[in-house]
């Protein structure tokens, strides 16, 4: 019988008995040194191939460039710099720090530049949040195969730079200003308008990602992160600050990152990402070599705050069971989860469903298109299910 949380059994590790290890025979490794030098930067072991990100065909052109998260393959909640998740609307910018300049000027009593240098001098801080594109994944099928391809385009990092409105307040913001529109430098000179109210809670500028400078590829040498929103909004390679009475309806905020509404109306300024999650083991294109217990694992996050808590169903949604949050729980970041489940060789079909501290529940996809009609593209949060066969292989359960 299949099972799940309380009723699973206990997990333990399936280990082979060490009688037949022929007594612990030493591995040609343990006789002889090791790799003569010490590396400059370290590399994964040329034994992983699997932890790479997912490259799209036709999609690497620098006008419309992505690729995606390896989720299934990753442990825990923080997404190593090489694997984040990437989106280019004009390639990526080879910027000299020593030339780039960040200006902050419009409804201010001190406009002000910036040289990088000037910038590490305000007070730094390091919180860890998550970074989503709205288009993750899109209303649309085809639906992927993996983890990565249905829900890759989030990455989480601990983030290190200076709160937006610390330098809001060396600027000095005029009472008529309600909106900033941030601009990048690369040649897509992407712009979006941001609400005064976020820029003075949580927003970041941000010139470190886990402990090194930004990579090229997430906007090095400053980016905005703007935590729980868009990631179309956390603009990299960020060179302008223009604070404002009005937003800029923009072309990312009109012609794109809006979505039609089964009445003709446009949903415009839909900033923030709802809550989700995502099983990523087992997760498509992986397969259970055994029958017994096994760890199911995912995470789950919200735009909106914490994450109080993640059911898993193997039956479809028929039953739920309460998953064990892995600890730190953080305030827009990602959040792992992990539940024992009992496989018996027969057919299942896996999910999670997240609630966040608002009580927001995370909806299936006949629910959000119930409420938000068949024109819409972005901001697809529902639940995704995974099918196990009797032979153990795991696919999409999304046909
Ligand atoms: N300047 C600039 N900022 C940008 C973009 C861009 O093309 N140019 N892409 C945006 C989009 S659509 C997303 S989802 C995030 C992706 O950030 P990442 O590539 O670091 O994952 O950056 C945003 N910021
Ligand atoms: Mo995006």
């Not at 699997?50 to 390896?70: C, D, K, Q, V």
């Not at 169903?313 to 069971?321: P, Y």
Request: proline share 7%.
């Amino acid at each position: 019988m299949a099972g799940i949380g309380a009723s699973a059994k206990a997990l333990t590790a399936q280990a082979s008995e060490a009688a037949q290890l022929e007594p612990l025979t030493i591995p040609e490794w343990t006789k002889s040194w090791g790799a003569p030098t010490a590396s400059p930067y370290g590399k994964p072991s040329e034994f992983e191939t699997l932890a790479i990100r997912n490259m799209y065909p036709g999609l690497t052109e620098p006008m419309s460039a992505y690729s995606t998260t390896p989720l299934q393959e990753l442990d825990g909640a923080i997404t190593p710099n090489g694997l984040f998740y990437e989106r280019h609307h004009a390639g990526v910018p080879a910027i000299d720090p020593e030339q780039h300049k960040l200006v902050i000027h419009g409804l201010v009593d001190r406009p002000l530049m910036f040289s990088m240098d000037e910038l590490r001098q305000f007070p730094s801080v390091s919180p860890i949040f998550f970074i989503e594109c709205s288009g993750n994944p899109s209303f649309l099928p085809p639906y992927g195969k993996t983890a990565a391809e249905v829900s890759g385009l989030v990455s989480c990092a601990q983030w290190t730079g200076v709160w937006l409105k610390t330098i809001l307040e060396h600027a000095g913001v005029q009472p008529s200003a309600t909106w900033i529109i941030a601009e990048g430098a690369d040649g897509a000179a992407m712009t979006r308008s941001i609400p005064m109210e976020k820029c003075l809670d949580d927003v970041l500028v941000a010139y470190s990602q886990n402990g090194e400078r930004l990579r090229p590829e997430q906007g090095y040498p400053v980016r905005l992160v703007i935590p729980g929103y868009e990631g179309n909004m956390s603009i990299k390679w960020l060179r302008r600050l223009h604070v404002t009475a009005q937003p800029g309806h923009t072309r990312e905020e009109t012609a794109k990152y809006t979505d039609l509404m089964a009445d003709g109306r446009s949903r415009e300024f839909s900033f923030v990402m709802e809550c989700k999650s995502i099983v990523t083991y087992p997760s498509g294109t992986h397969k259970l070599s055994r029958k017994g217990t096994h760890e199911m694992r995912g995470i789950a996050w919200s735009g909106n705050g914490k994450i109080t808590h993640v059911d898993v169903s193997i039956d479809g949604g028929n039953t739920w069971h309460e998953a064990v949050l892995q600890e730190p729980v953080m305030s827009k970041a990602l959040t792992a989860f992990r539940a024992p489940f009992e496989w018996d060789g027969e057919e299942l079909i896996i999910m999670s469903r997240a609630v966040d501290e608002t009580g927001y529940v995370q909806p299936t996809l006949e629910q959000m298109v119930a409420a938000r009609g068949k024109n819409s593209f972005y901001h697809n949060n529902s639940i995704q299910p995974w099918k196990v066969s009797a032979n153990g292989e795991v696919t999409n359960g999304r046909a």
